[in-house]
T-cell receptor, first 114, second 116 residues
Framework: NAGVTQTPKFQVLKTGQSMTLQCAQD?????MYWYRQDPGMGLRLIYY???????DKGEVPNGYNVSRLNKREFSLRLESAAPSQTSVYFC?????????????FGNGTRLTVT | AQSVAQPEDQVNVAEGNPLTVKCTYS??????LFWYVQYPNRGLQFLLK??????LVKGSYGFEAEFNKSQTSFHLKKPSALVSDSALYFC??????????????FGTGTRLQVFP
């Protein structure tokens, strides 16, 4: 089972460049999430999508946009990258219908902005 | 506001010894608590959760966690540590303000190092 797939695995950007991080899940989950992981700060939620057609801001949404393209795919876009966005980005999915179900994570995208 | 705290950045333990990774929580109402593990260059993997019921929760890879309401704690434990348990461990609490999602608030993580 593929689970949650993220692309690319690594990316280096120059300040001001844009890019889109892709995420897809094959578990028929309703909810999807984007987190960033920084040393000493744990994981912080950027945006989430409770269900297809809806998106909401998380704790640190500034500088990002998201698109829930369909039930399977949830992309994260950086319009004008900044060095502060250097981080490891994780996509996750879950099925809230199951009640307090765990999040399933992808293996992450390591982004460096110079 | 809901939150979890992991007071130790790193825990060192010898192989075969018991291990404890600490977590305390701050929520209004009943907490829904989780533990995840992260191996190098991988995403987080679910270990166990406490929703209600028995205060001792058993999970994957021989891990268990004890929910203590009076101390607002949810410490992760294992009776006998393995070198392969060395990883980054995260405690998390469900954000009860988020309708119809499983949105989690994570702690800052504790690195567990098990020495041979």
């Amino acid at each position: 089972n593929a689970g949650v797939t993220q692309t690319p695995k690594f990316q280096v950007l120059k300040t001001g460049q844009s890019m889109t991080l892709q995420c897809a899940q094959d578990m028929n989950h309703n909810s999807m999430y984007w987190y960033r992981q920084d040393p000493g700060m744990g994981l912080r939620l950027i945006y989430y999508s409770a269900s297809e057609g809806t998106t909401d801001k998380g704790e640190v949404p500034n500088g990002y946009n998201v698109s829930r393209l369909n039930k399977r795919e949830f992309s994260l876009r950086l319009e004008s990258a900044a060095p502060s966005q250097t981080s490891v980005y994780f996509c996750a999915s879950s099925d809230p219908r199951a009640g307090n179900s765990p999040l399933h994570f992808g293996n992450g995208t390591r982004l460096t902005v110079t | 506001a809901q939150s979890v705290a992991q007071p130790e950045d790193q825990v060192n333990v010898a192989e075969g010894n018991p291990l404890t990774v600490k977590c305390t929580y701050s929520v209004s109402g009943n907490p829904y608590l989780f533990w995840y593990v992260q191996y190098p260059n991988r995403g987080l993997q679910f270990l166990l959760k406490y929703i209600t019921g028995d205060n001792l929760v058993k999970g994957s890879y021989g891990f268990e966690a004890e929910f203590n309401k009076s101390q607002t704690s949810f410490h992760l434990k294992k009776p006998s540590a393995l070198v392969s348990d060395s990883a980054l461990y995260f405690c998390a609490v469900r954000d009860m303000g988020a309708y119809n999602t499983d949105k989690l608030i994570f702690g800052t993580g504790t690195r567990l190092q098990v020495f041979p």
